[in-house]
């Protein structure tokens, strides 16, 4: 069974603190993705990883991904208010030409002043 | 340019009556997904229309679910005879084609009284 699971699922934490999360995937992949969704709103493209060991980083957000451990994070570095939302991971399994996304569970993300 | 749109963005109905609810995608967009969610939870893929190609029906979760894509562009989710449980937010995506980034709409909120 496919599966991406995220954690933790909920994290409550002070503005000004780093914290990591995680998206541990069970299928083989070349291709994750992040999106961001704020209460009542839809998902917003966060980003697009596409290769063992790509990096990207964008504000106080930086992602990273691991195809061999089957692994993708997502560092908050220095949270701010404005980060509160939930997070979500997307795997598009492989091979090549595969299309149906299979997406974490949430992590919902609550950054305190 | 334009994102995805979707109508209504809220829709309240009464248990047993019929809903249709629409989605636009990017224009050029190959690919269209549709995707359930329900309050606090993740997202729940139900069908995959690429390009001409029969669609991939396999998540729509009864019969009472169909939805078609004209001319490869506007989709049409409806559900039949609605239930309580039907009650979630209903999303709609495009991507460029398949497996590649995509783009939500705002969703339509659906209340089945």
């Known amino acids: 069974e496919l599966k991406v699971e995220q954690n933790p699922l909920f994290l409550s934490m002070q503005e000004g603190k780093n914290y990591t999360i995680y998206c541990n995937y069970s299928?083989?992949?070349?291709?994750l993705y992040w999106y961001r969704q704020d209460p009542g709103k839809s998902l917003e493209s966060l980003f697009v990883?596409?290769?063992?060991?790509a990096v990207k980083q964008e504000g106080r957000l930086m992602a990273s991904l691991d195809t061999k451990a089957r692994l993708s994070t997502l560092h908050i570095t220095a949270a701010v208010h404005d980060l509160s939302a939930t997070y979500f991971c997307?795997?598009?399994?492989?091979?090549?030409?595969?299309?149906?996304?299979?997406f974490g569970t949430g992590t919902r993300l609550k950054v305190l002043a | 340019g334009a994102g995805v749109s979707q109508s209504p963005s809220n829709k309240v109905t009464e248990k047993g009556k019929d809903v249709e609810l629409r989605c636009d995608p990017i224009s050029g967009h190959t690919a269209l997904y549709w995707y359930r969610q329900s309050l606090g939870q993740g997202l729940e893929f139900l069908i995959y229309?690429?390009?001409?190609?029969?669609?991939?029906k396999s998540g729509l979760p009864s019969d009472r679910f169909s939805a078609e894509r004209t001319g490869g562009s506007v989709s049409t989710l409806t559900i039949q005879r609605t239930q309580q449980e039907d009650s979630a937010v209903y999303l709609c995506?495009?991507?460029?084609?398949?497996?590649?980034?995509?783009?939500f709409g705002p969703g339509t909120r659906l209340t089945v009284l």
């Open positions: 990883l596409l290769s063992n060991g």
């Open positions: 997307a795997v598009v399994p492989s091979p090549l030409g595969a299309y149906k996304y299979i």
């Open positions: 995506a495009s991507s460029p084609d398949r497996g590649q980034e995509q783009f």
């Open positions: 229309f690429q390009g001409n190609s029969a669609p991939d």
């Open positions: 299928t083989t992949s070349d291709r």
